[in-house]
């Protein structure tokens, strides 16, 4: 974050570096600030941005998973997603973050469908494999289990899957419990991306 510091502080009107000073505060929460000390600075440095250049889609992104995770504001948070969205079809974090939202709404079909898009572009292919894959497992019928499990292991998001799943990875040498997901989902889906 210093260096986008510094970039800011010799061109204060570079929209752009205000955008990845967002996406790094909120790529913060929980992590290594707490959610009321980095979520407020990441909206902070988003609607700078958007007060820059409106068209900014990573930093409409950033406002939509601030809205979701520290204001729960659903409405807020869709329409800064779908906007991101219309800026940057293939932005794999407009993508990610939307593909977690669409479940905590009751739409995981719509996770599902949303999420296959990105799997038709190299720079998002990997992580849109795993969710896919997460997002089957979780909200598809029982029997496209094994199908979610393929996405999930051609992906190379190992270290991610047991992270998300540290206790379950560790019974089960890294085989994810179809029912252990499923209880864990609202979590996840709100907590990790």
């Given amino acids: ?20 000073l967002a996406y790094n505060y909120i790529n913060q929460v929980d992590w290594f600030m707490a959610p009321k000390v980095a979520a407020p600075k990441a909206k902070e440095a988003a609607q700078k941005a958007l007060g ?41 974090e407009a993508i990610g973050y939307y593909s977690w939202f669409l479940p905590i709404m009751g739409r995981g079909d719509e996770a599902i469908s949303d999420t296959r898009r990105g799997l038709h572009n190299v720079a998002t ?37 047991r ?10 040498k890294g085989k994810i419990s179809r029912g252990y997901c499923r209880s864990q989902a609202g979590d996840i889906a709100w907590r990790h991306n």
């Fill in 1 to 20: 974050m210093g260096y986008l510091n510094q970039a800011i502080a010799i061109d204060p009107n570079y929209a752009l570096a205000y955008s990845a």
């Fill in 52 to 92: 820059l250049d409106e068209s900014n889609a990573e930093a409409h992104g950033v406002l939509g998973i601030e809205l979701q995770w520290y204001e729960w504001d659903w409405v807020g948070a869709e329409r800064e997603f779908k906007r991101a969205l219309d800026l940057n079809p293939d932005s794999a």
């Fill in 125 to 161: 292919f990997d992580r849109a494999q795993w969710q896919l894959g997460f997002h089957l497992y979780i909200h598809a019928p029982m029997e496209q289990g094994d199908r979610a499990a393929a996405f999930i292991h051609r992906s190379r998001s190992e270290l991610l899957v």
């Fill in 163 to 172: 992270s998300l799943f540290p206790r379950q990875s560790i019974r089960t």
